[in-house]
């Protein structure tokens, strides 16, 4: 079982593996450049999808949207933009700024936020690659005394995000059955071991 933290990185080991009969699992993030015998994951680009049309709802006569993204070498992070981008797409929203994280880590994640909020003048909303990006743009925001007027969205709904929403800091977030997924995923990986098909068994978010 694979969980990548580069999808793009991997290609070549995955492919030494299966060369040796070795079954490779992709877990959350697909990698790329070659095949896994299972990929099991969230849906990422209807995580965008539910996070434009938060969006939508709550600005119906258009606003200015800024971007910030996770990783460009995070698969999942690419689907959730493009499942965004297509739901807003033909709307009054209008992108101001959009940029892409270095990495999930802290540092690069307040680097982003910061960055992206210091270059725009005016904004109405914040998309963020998730809940611990959202937290640092509210930092930012704050200091603009802009924290609970402006939008934010991300996904994970972790506990300090939840907290955020009630204090309405932050707008929504898009809660992830993680428990539920790993529980699948090890179920999946004990079939593959036997020799099975968990693909053809159904349910979950898996894909061959």
Request: with cysteine; charged share 25%; net charge negative.
């Amino acid at each position: 079982m694979v969980i990548a933290v580069d999808s793009y990185e991997l290609t070549e080991d995955v492919e030494k593996a299966r060369d040796k009969g070795i079954k490779v699992m992709s877990y959350d993030r697909l990698v790329q450049g070659t095949k896994t015998d299972l990929f099991i994951t969230v849906d990422s680009k209807m995580v965008g999808v539910e996070m434009a049309e938060e969006m939508l709802e709550r600005l119906p006569e258009g606003g200015d949207v800024v971007m910030i993204c996770g990783p460009e070498t995070d698969a999942n992070c690419m689907d959730m933009v493009e499942g965004f981008e297509e739901t807003i797409a033909g709307s009054s929203l209008q992108v101001v700024r959009k940029t892409y994280a270095k990495s999930w880590t802290p540092e690069y994640g307040f680097q982003a936020a910061t960055e992206a909020l210091s270059d725009v003048e005016h904004m109405d909303a914040v998309m963020c690659g998730n809940d611990g990006l959202a937290g640092y743009a509210i930092r930012a925001l704050s200091e603009r005394q802009l924290a609970g007027s402006t939008i934010v969205v991300g996904q994970d709904a972790d506990l300090e995000a939840c907290q955020r929403v009630v204090e309405g800091t932050q707008t929504m977030t898009v809660y992830k059955p993680i428990e539920q997924l790993a529980k699948k995923a090890a179920e999946c990986a004990v079939e593959l071991a036997k020799g099975g098909d968990p693909s053809q068994e159904g349910g979950g978010e898996s894909h061959q």
